[in-house]
């Protein structure tokens, strides 16, 4: 008997285990059938689309609406009457400058309107003289030619003056009353912002120097760099969509102007410039941009963006494997346009994939990773 039980005992130790059951694909969800209808499949097909591509950028001034203003003569600046961010007028006077130059100048305009008194008083004796016959016509001609020479030495001189920065009425007095200015007047040579400030009281000012910097911010360019593989798919002309977070949601319309012939050799990039109407001046230099590019038409394959499912940050598709069996599927896609995502890896052409419904099925995935 105990044999007996002993081969009993041996027999059921030698019975094969049932093996344990495979785990579950985590990226295959199966639906119920009644289910099917919610979720829209259509083989991945080519569609024509407009590229679009996203570039950094900034707002700028205007370059061609810039001025950047001096002094015409050397000297000491004795005040300054703007402020960086004032708005100013064409010929609005912005600060004074004295100069030992500015006096010898009007020394130069008194002495060539005395002489041109003098040449006058002479051409005045000596028509009167050839009258009475005491002097020829030679005399006459010299002494006109002399008139003439004085009147181009005073013009030189006083427009020598204007371009120190002497006013219309300080020139008035001097020639009239003999009246010395004892400074000259930066002025604004265009209305605009005042964008830019580098001098100070009691500072000395070369002509050379840029003391102001004014610009008309009606008009302003938004700079972008491009990576060079993409150069070759942008022109001017292309119309631009601009968006500024500091301004909202709304987008900008704007045309690309230029696009650089070299690339930054650091970055790999290509400048390229739009130009945008800024009536208002909301648009303020330095802000941060973002152009969005429209493209040529290409045919590519695409999927409406309502397909396109985003998990673990990358962008998947569900396709259809069996009859209420989908499968989620990693994929590479270009950027939207007109609702549309181009399909650059991950689907071939003609696979089924879910085009509606798509949110809904990767709920129900994601449910059953849970049971």
């Known amino acids: ?114 002489n041109l008194r003098l040449a006058a008083s002479a051409v005045e004796r000596a028509r009167q003289l050839i009258q009475a016959d005491v002097i ?82 009606r008009n302003v360019w938004v700079l972008g760099a491009l990576p060079e593989q993409a150069a070759r798919t942008v022109e001017a002309g292309q119309s631009v969509e601009i968006e500024v977070p500091a301004l909202g949601n709304d987008l900008i319309a704007g045309k690309i102007i230029q696009v650089g012939d070299t690339v930054a050799a650091d970055t790999r990039t290509v400048a390229i410039r739009t130009q945008v109407d800024n009536p208002h001046r909301a648009l303020k230099p330095q802000m941060l941009a973002t152009m969005r590019i429209t493209g040529r038409t290409q045919r590519v394959l695409a999927v409406p963006e309502a397909a396109v499912v985003r998990d673990n940050d990358r962008d998947h598709l569900y396709t259809r494997t069996a009859d209420n069996v989908y499968r989620l599927v990693p994929v590479e896609l270009g950027a939207p346009s007109d609702g549309m995502r181009p399909v650059l890896k991950g689907v071939n052409e003609g696979t089924p994939v879910v085009t509606g419904g798509a949110f809904h099925l990767n709920n129900e995935r994601k449910r059953a990773e849970l049971e």
């Open 1 to 114: 008997l105990a044999s007996l039980l002993f081969l009993q005992g041996c027999g059921k130790s030698a019975e094969p285990e049932a093996a344990p059951a495979p785990p579950a694909d985590p990226m295959v969800v199966t639906v119920k059938p009644e289910m099917a209808p919610n979720f829209e499949v259509r083989p991945l097909a080519m569609a024509e689309i407009a590229t679009t591509q996203s570039v950094p950028g900034r707002v700028a001034a205007n370059e061609r609406l810039v001025t950047r203003i001096g002094a015409s003569v050397s000297g000491r600046i004795i005040d300054v009457l703007v402020e960086v961010g004032d708005n100013v007028r064409q010929g609005q006077v912005l600060a004074h400058v004295t100069s030992p130059e500015l006096t010898t100048a009007q020394l130069a305009v008194m002495r060539a309107n005395s």
């Open 136 to 217: 020829g016509s030679a005399e006459v001609q010299r002494r006109e030619a002399e008139l003439a020479i004085a009147q181009a030495e005073l013009r030189a001189a006083t427009d020598q003056l204007r371009l120190m920065g002497i006013s219309g009425d300080a020139l008035q007095k001097l020639q009239r009353q003999g009246t010395i200015a004892s400074s000259a007047a930066i002025v604004a040579t265009q209305s605009g912002v005042v964008l830019e400030r580098t001098l100070s009281q009691g500072q000395v000012a070369q002509p050379g120097d840029a003391l102001f910097t004014v610009a008309d911010l």
